[in-house]
Nanobody
Framework: QVQLVESGGGLVQAGGSLRLSCAAS????????IGWFRQAPGKEREFVAA????????VYADSVKGRFTISRENAKTPAGLQMNSLKPEDTAVYYC????????????????WGQGTQVTVSS
């Protein structure tokens, strides 16, 4: 069974940092594009960041540019998301997703999804 599992979420004060990881099982995602999305209560799922299979290309949402960094890790944990200078508006459930192919910034572009990890930033 193909699975993506996020970890690293939690409660942090504004200005703090968290690092999310996306672990894979059932398939090697080392060549897949990995994306991170988030969804706050009552809002649509929104794009956060993506990294290509080679790791050479990245793209970020304007709202996180300069604060978040996506990186490739290893075959079992294909991507991480370092989140610095967190703001209360970053509070959401964060999802990692994977697709074999070009990077996309919409949820429909991705084929595999994790169950999400909660990130809560207090003011």
């Amino acid at each position: 069974q193909v699975q993506l599992v996020e970890s690293g979420g939690g409660l942090v004060q504004a200005g703090g940092s968290l690092r999310l990881s996306c672990a894979a099982s059932g398939r090697t995602f080392s060549t897949y594009t990995i994306g991170w999305f988030r969804q706050a209560p009552g809002k649509e799922r929104e794009f956060v960041a993506a990294i290509s299979g080679t790791g050479r290309s990245t793209v970020y949402a304007d709202s996180v540019k300069g604060r978040f960094t996506i990186s490739r890790e290893n075959a079992k944990t294909p991507a991480g998301l370092q989140m610095n200078s967190l703001k209360p508006e970053d509070t959401a459930v964060y999802y990692c997703a994977a697709v074999l192919g070009k990077m996309g910034t919409t949820p429909y572009a991705y084929d595999y999804w994790g169950q999400g990890t909660q990130v809560t930033v207090s003011s």
